[in-house]
């Protein structure tokens, strides 16, 4: 299938590594040029050299979208090196697990910019240049926690839940003008923050990351974790014109781990 993703312009978060870095290769493949951000410059820098074999144009962009000013810039040095923009992919690294009581009022602020505004800014700076676009599309990424929470991670479900209400509603607010808003509620996948989650239940429960990871594995009735490259085949599609007649979709990519029917 043809995606019609040749020669769009994109804006990727959080696309030095993991998930972020996986849907910029499927993009790439497809000719989409690149604007990739990240916190770590030399992370990005990498990546770009991952994305070299793929002969689209690449932008880096480094900066924390934690920042309220950084958003914008990311738009508008998107703007000034392509002069538009189709694809907005917004995506950041998740809170820190931590148990209810233990968390204080900075820790919230903190996951709040990270996990929800970090995608409002992004969302507000980038539309007057999605309006432009004949084909603009808007993904965010929250997490399967969204649909069903999971344990220690309190400050993930309940601020990712915001970004889904978000993204629900951007798709019923401006669907009259073409843009579309969807959302992926990845589950357990093998990147470095479920690394580092693995690591954190593993020294909560005294036992090895190893042994977290097979009862984890176990829960899924695939019976292992997602690979990045999963995920970003299905972002991929969601971000393209042939999903045209697809908003408002929040869509877990999970491997059957949601046990819920809606």
């Given amino acids: 299938m043809d995606l019609g993703l040749k020669g769009k312009i994109a804006l990727l978060t959080g696309a030095s590594r993991g998930l972020g870095l996986a849907t910029a290769k499927v993009l790439a493949q497809e000719g989409v040029?690149?604007?990739?951000?990240?916190?770590?410059?030399?992370?990005?820098?990498?990546?770009?050299?991952?994305?070299?074999?793929?002969?689209?144009?690449?932008?880096?962009?480094?900066?924390?979208?934690t920042d309220p000013e950084i958003p914008g810039k990311l738009v508008d040095q998107t703007l000034e090196a392509f002069g538009g923009l189709d694809l907005l992919f917004t995506n950041s690294g998740g809170p820190t697990p931590a148990a209810f009581e233990d968390i204080d009022d900075?820790?919230?602020?903190?996951a709040v910019e990270l996990s929800f505004l970090s995608h409002v800014r992004l969302i507000r700076a980038a539309l007057p240049a999605l309006r432009r676009s004949e084909a603009p599309s808007v993904l965010t990424v929250t997490s399967v926690s969204v649909k069903q929470p999971i344990p220690n991670l309190v400050l993930s479900n309940s601020i990712r839940a915001a970004t889904a209400g978000l993204t629900k509603t951007l798709a019923l607010e401006l669907?009259?003008?073409?843009?579309r808003f969807n959302s992926i509620l990845p589950s357990w996948t093998q990147t470095e923050r479920v690394e580092q989650l693995l690591a954190d239940r593993a020294m909560r429960n005294r036992t090895t990351i190893e042994a977290e990871m097979q009862a984890q594995n176990a829960d899924a009735p695939l019976?292992?974790?997602?690979?990045p490259e999963e995920f970003a085949r299905v972002a991929a599609f969601l971000l393209s014109p042939a999903a045209s007649y697809v908003t408002g979709v929040l869509l877990p990519v999970d491997g059957g781990t949601y046990k819920g029917l809606v």
């Fill in 33 to 65: 040029n690149l604007a990739l951000n990240s916190r770590d410059p030399n992370k990005l820098s990498q990546a770009n050299e991952v994305l070299a074999e793929f002969g689209v144009k690449v932008v880096l962009i480094p900066g924390d979208v």
């Fill in 106 to 110: 900075p820790t919230w602020e903190q």
């Fill in 175 to 179: 669907g009259s003008e073409g843009i």
């Fill in 223 to 227: 019976g292992r974790m997602a690979k």
